[in-house]
């Protein structure tokens, strides 16, 4: 049973920054993709990042956070992270990791994309 793990998550005021962590479990993740999402109230689940691919590793941004956000992963933990820098208000949400068996190009920004969700973290902004 995969299992993934959000950790890092808090309160931090306008222009900080946080770093998430992911820990999988159940199996390992390799070139599969591995992301985050979020939820803020009152609207719909979004794309934030991704990560693909091995050893060359290729990440995908919502335009919203492109320049601030940053994903990462490290196979030999099979962990994936979000550095968050000059954080706003409005990335305040409840942030999802996700784990896929596959890649798809036609849902790498979509929630059907993704096989794996974790319980979420959250992430509070205050300006």
């Known amino acids: 049973q995969v299992q993934l793990v959000e950790s890092g998550g808090g309160l931090v005021q306008t222009g900080g920054s946080l770093r998430l962590s992911c820990a999988a479990s159940?199996?390992?993740?390799?070139?599969?993709?591995m992301g985050w999402f979020r939820q803020a109230p009152g609207k719909e689940r979004e794309f934030v990042a991704t990560?693909?691919?091995?050893?060359?590793?290729?990440?995908y941004y919502a335009d919203s956070v492109k320049g601030r956000f940053t994903i990462s992963r490290d196979n030999a933990k099979n962990t994936v992270y979000l550095q968050m820098n000059s954080l706003k208000p409005e990335d305040t949400a409840v942030y999802y990791c996700v784990a896929g068996d596959r890649d798809s190009f036609g849902s790498r920004y979509s929630v059907r994309g993704y096989d794996y969700w974790g319980q979420g973290t959250q992430v509070t902004v205050s300006s």
């Open positions: 990560i693909i691919g091995w050893p060359t590793r290729y990440s």
């Open positions: 159940g199996r390992t993740f390799g070139s599969e993709p």
